[in-house]
């Protein structure tokens, strides 16, 4: 990074440093990434630039979502970091004195973190299960309650990981994918449907060993499934803008429902036989009735536009969307499509599920966060930011587990990962509230 870059970042973080600090550092925190990226010494603190490890000093607040806090700079590494830099003859002066005001920096994003509520979300980070070397792009997960196995698109790597949620490890990665991106289980056959992008298949496998049963070809860019279990439905999202219906007990595509533009997220109402669905080449969400076969209304979005993630909160009555242009997030009455509460959410998201047990909403960016929404009064607000890294915005809220699993997108610094997120106590259900609903892009 040449020096004005990087003073430019530090002046934004509101530290001044000194100005022969440079080198490169990679630490998971996307704040402390962003904003001091070579602003260590090229010696390091020890004599040589590999001789502390900062990812395992820095990293033992146990995630990259607590950086920042009290127990953060109580860990051993800092202390012993600090305590080293006390120590007369100990490091160079000079390299001690860049060294303080690097130490100077991070606190200064430690206690500036909770303005900007960016480790004040209530999420906890319980576990990461690596997924093995999987690289590009992850799309999204689906979950087999009967076996707590969760199923992973993992479209840049042309496979599905499977993940058995009980021993947290992966169990199988199996490739032979063109781009998977959306992912389904159907109970009533125990059979999993993958849609894939690139050529437009739908493939429908055995639950219980993930045998290859069929296939389907829809035409092009299969993208997101959705089960209606009461009717045995399998809707799958497809081209340049059609709805494919399939029987799941004929394994069959019965019906298309015709579209204005290539469906992003849809949803089913539990409480009704309409489908809504983002269009974002339209303008709008399209309402479909499952039982005409047919798109029945829109509801332009306006300013609004690429708007790809959507949810449902059925105790609520509102459809959630959330837009990338700008990075908003809308809700609409279910029976009118009257646009009622918006607020700035984090951007490039994939992933928006409504936790409706706790009147939460969470919003998974490729930014590098997960904002948590307080949906509990007449308007949304923050409820804090959990900071994930950058490129990994797609996700699944299990309201059988009470746990939000974020897809983790390999990179320089964090392998490929799910990471199981876990709301904290102080956002626990209250009593007589309606049970946890989630809904998937």
Same mark, same amino acid.
């Given at each position: 990074m040449a020096r004005a870059g990087w003073l430019a970042s530090a002046r934004r973080c509101g530290v001044f440093l000194p100005a022969r600090f440079r080198g490169n550092v990679c630490i998971s925190h996307p704040h402390v990434r962003a904003c001091c990226r070579g602003l260590l010494p090229r010696r390091g603190l020890l004599g040589s630039r590999g001789s502390l490890?900062?990812?395992?000093?820095? $990293?033992? @607040? &146990?995630?990259? *979502?607590? @950086?920042?806090?009290? *127990?953060? +700079? /109580?860990?051993?590494?800092?202390?012993?970091?600090?305590?080293?830099? #006390?120590?007369?003859?100990?490091? !160079?002066? +000079?390299? +001690?004195? +860049?060294?303080?005001?690097?130490?100077?920096?991070?606190?200064?994003? &430690?206690?500036?973190?909770? #303005?900007?509520?960016a480790n004040a979300a209530p999420l906890t980070l319980e576990a990461r299960i690596p997924l093995g070397d999987v690289s590009g792009r992850i799309d999204h997960l689906a979950f087999d309650p009967t076996r707590q196995r969760l199923y992973v698109a993992e479209l840049g790597n042309n496979s599905i990981g499977i993940v058995d949620l009980e021993t947290r490890k992966v169990i199988r990665t199996v490739p032979g994918f063109n781009e998977p991106q959306g992912i389904a289980y159907e109970p009533s056959t125990d059979t999993i449907y993958v849609a894939s992008g690139g050529d437009g298949t739908t493939r429908i496998f055995r639950g219980a060993d993930f045998t290859p049963l069929g296939a389907l070809s829809l035409g092009t860019d299969a993208d997101n499934v959705r089960i209606d279990r009461e009717a045995h439905r399998v809707y799958v999202g497809y081209g340049d803008g059609a709805l494919a219906v399939i029987d799941a007990a004929t394994r069959t595509r019965i019906a298309n429902i015709p579209l204005q533009g290539h469906p992003e997220s849809?949803?089913?109402?539990? =409480? $009704?036989?309409?489908?809504? %669905? =983002?269009?974002?080449?339209? *303008? !709008?969400?399209? %309402? %479909?009735?499952?039982?005409? /076969?047919?798109? %029945?209304t829109t509801w332009p979005t306006g300013n609004l536009r690429a708007n790809y993630p959507l949810a449902l909160d059925p105790p609520g009555s509102r459809v959630i969307a959330v837009f990338r242009s700008p990075a908003r997030l809308q809700t609409y009455d279910t029976r009118t499509g009257r646009a009622q509460n918006g607020i700035d959410v984090c951007s490039d998201s994939d992933d928006v599920f409504a936790d409706s047990a706790r009147h939460e909403i969470y919003v998974i960016c490729g930014q590098g966060y997960v904002d948590v929404l307080d949906a509990s009064g007449e308007r949304l607000t923050s409820a804090g930011r959990f900071a994930t890294s950058s490129g990994s915005r797609t996700g699944l809220f299990v309201p059988e587990l009470d746990r939000l699993f974020v897809a983790i997108r390999a990179s320089h610094d964090e392998p490929a990962a799910i990471w199981v997120l876990k709301p904290t106590a102080r956002t626990a259900s209250r009593a007589g509230d309606h049970p946890a609903q989630s809904s998937i892009h």
């Open positions: 490890s900062w990812r395992g000093s820095l $990293g033992q @607040c &146990g995630s990259p *979502g607590e @950086c920042g806090s009290p *127990g953060w +700079r /109580n860990s051993p590494g800092w202390r012993g970091l600090a305590t080293q830099l #006390a120590m007369p003859g100990r490091l !160079h002066s +000079r390299t +001690r004195l +860049r060294s303080i005001g690097f130490l100077a920096l991070l606190a200064s994003l &430690g206690a500036r973190e909770p #303005a900007s509520a849809f949803q089913l109402d539990p =409480n $009704g036989d309409r489908i809504f %669905v =983002n269009v974002p080449d339209a *303008g !709008h969400i399209a %309402v %479909v009735s499952r039982a005409k /076969n047919q798109q %029945v």
